[in-house]
Nanobody
Framework: QVQLVESGGGLVQPGGSLRLSCAAS????????MGWYRQAPGKQRELVAS???GYADSVKGRFTISRDNAKNTVYLQMNSLKPEDTAVYYC????????????WGQGTQVTVSS
């Protein structure tokens, strides 16, 4: 069992930056591919960045995903934020070998507005 807790969301002006963190509890963190997803009102949840598969086209060059296995934490550095980046951001952990081991955090709100 893996529990994920996101932090770092908030209100930022267009062009600003935020860093999201996702702390994982439980064992075997390094065996999980970590990802960040987002869901805007009225839209489907979409993949933003993954440690295994890279970035959505809409965030390439602006967002960076990284992980610290010693701290069981994954980060999402978001630069040059745009109003269309406004969404609830969710952390995801998916076991790289075993099916069915797929966990989500509770989400953190990111609002980009002047």
């Amino acid at each position: 069992q893996v529990q994920l807790v996101e932090s770092g969301g908030g209100l930022v002006q267009p062009g600003g930056s935020l860093r999201l963190s996702c702390a994982a509890s439980g064992s075997g963190f390094s065996s999980y591919a970590m990802g960040w997803y987002r869901q805007a009102p009225g839209k489907q949840r979409e993949l933003v960045a993954s440690t295994n598969s890279g970035y959505a086209d809409s965030v390439k060059g602006r967002f960076t995903i990284s992980r610290d296995n010693a701290k069981n934490t994954v980060y999402l550095q978001m630069n040059s934020l745009k109003p269309e980046d406004t969404a609830v951001y969710y952390c995801n952990a998916r076991h790289i070998l075993l099916r069915g081991y797929d966990y989500w955090g509770q989400g953190t709100q990111v609002t980009v507005s002047s």
